[in-house]
């Protein structure tokens, strides 16, 4: 288990960016995949992006793919989220999550920690 914590969420404009990050308190960060995962109200935790150990391999939800891009740093053990040209239907709390492999994940059941998450909030 790895303690996360998401930062970054803010209300912004549609059309506007922002990033939000998340601190890993995991020894050997690097070696694990990270993930991105959205919940709006009433609505399912959803896949958002995805990043592999080294950050040579990256997966995008289709409803953020060419707007939202997932990087990380291992040397501050700390994985971002850029999200660009915002929609309200961005809007969500946005949740970090720690995975079991190195490999990129794209299901909820191949992460084993959750950060408590960051609320994004998208006006029209």
């Known amino acids: 288990q790895v303690q996360l914590v998401e930062s970054g969420g803010k209300v912004v404009q549609a059309g506007g960016s922002l990033r939000v990050s998340c601190v890993a308190s995991?020894?050997?960060?690097?070696?694990?995949?990270m993930g991105w995962f959205r919940q709006a109200p009433g609505k399912e935790r959803d896949f958002v992006a995805t990043?592999?150990?080294?950050?040579?391999?990256?997966y995008y939800a289709d409803s953020v793919k060419g707007r939202f891009t997932i990087s990380r740093d291992n040397s501050k053990n700390t994985v971002y989220l850029q999200m660009n040209s915002l929609k309200p239907e961005d809007t969500a709390v946005y949740y970090c999550?720690?995975?079991?492999?190195?490999?990129?994940?794209?299901?909820?059941?191949?992460?084993?920690?959750w950060g408590p998450g960051t609320q994004v909030t998208v006006s029209s």
């Open positions: 995991r020894l050997y960060f690097g070696r694990y995949g």
């Open positions: 990043i592999n150990w080294s950050g040579t391999s990256t």
């Open positions: 999550a720690a995975g079991r492999s190195g490999a990129v994940g794209l299901r909820r059941d191949e992460y084993n920690s």
